[in-house]
C-alpha cells in the first residue's frame, strides 16, 4: 500500500501558489517536509484526462518521475448544474492563460445569465493523486455541495471561491475563515482520505 514515511519529502505538483500554500497549510499537522513544483522547477504536463482524477494522477506521476520524490497532485473544479457540470475539469482553463479567475467567474455568470436560469446549485469537486516512485499511485476524491452567488465576496480563497456558499453557509468561501473552511471543504474532504497514509 502507498504510505509516505516520517520525514519525507513531498513534492505538491502544482504551480499554483494559492493551491500549494492551501494544501501545506492541510499537511501541517504531518511529518512531511513540502515543497511546490515551481521550487524544483518542474514542467506542468498537459491535462488530457476526462476526469479529475485522470488529471491529478497525470500530474502527480509526472512530478514524481521528474524529481524522484513521492508527489502529491490536485485536481479540483466547479461544476455548475445548469451549466450541464461545466466549467468542471476545465476550470483552470476558463481563467486565461493568465489564471484570471475574476474573469473566470464573470463568464459562469454570463453563461448562466444566457441560460435564463434560476438554479444557482454547483458543487466544488477535489481529486488528490499520490505518487510514490516505485508504488502504485492512490487517488482519494472529495465533493462539497453548495449553491453559487454573484458578484464575487470575499478574498480570503482562492479560484472560485468567491462565489461559493457551501450547504446552508451564508459566506463565500472566499469570505470564510480558512480554518473554518478546512473543515468543509471538497479538498478537505479528499484530505481527511489521504491522512490514513501520512505519518503523523
Known amino acids: ?53 485522470t488529471n491529478a494522477r497525470l500530474k502527480a506521476e509526472a512530478a514524481a518521475k521528474a524529481s524522484g520524490l513521492a508527489s502529491l497532485a490536485d485536481d479540483s473544479g466547479l461544476c455548475v448544474a445548469a451549466l450541464n457540470g461545466e466549467p468542471g475539469i476545465h476550470s483552470a482553463r476558463w481563467a486565461g492563460p493568465d489564471k484570471d479567475f475574476s474573469f473566470a467567474m464573470a463568464r459562469v455568470e454570463q453563461e448562466l445569465r444566457e441560460k435564463n436560469v434560476r438554479d444557482a446549485r454547483a458543487y466544488f469537486v477535489c481529486a488528490l493523486a499520490l505518487a510514490v516512485p516505485g508504488q502504485t499511485t492512490r487517488i482519494f476524491e472529495g465533493r462539497a455541495d453548495g449553491h453559487l452567488v454573484f458578484p464575487p465576496r470575499g478574498n480570503k480563497g482562492f479560484g472560485y471561491d468567491p462565489i461559493f456558499v457551501a450547504g446552508d453557509e451564508k459566506q463565500t468561501f472566499g469570505e470564510m475563515d480558512p480554518k473554518k473552511k478546512h473543515a468543509m471543504s471538497h479538498r478537505a474532504r479528499a484530505f481527511e482520505k489521504l491522512t490514513r497514509v501520512l505519518p503523523g
Not at 509516505?4 to 501558489?17: E, Q, T
Not at 492551501?22 to 521550487?39: H, T
Open 1 to 53: 500500500m502507498t504510505k509516505l514515511v516520517s520525514g519525507s519529502r513531498l513534492v505538491i505538483a502544482s504551480h499554483n501558489p494559492g493551491k500549494v500554500r492551501e494544501i501545506a497549510e492541510l499537511l501541517s499537522r504531518f511529518d512531511v517536509k513540502i515543497v511546490g513544483a515551481s521550487e524544483l522547477g518542474l514542467s506542468e504536463p498537459e491535462e488530457t484526462g476526462s476526469s479529475f482524477a
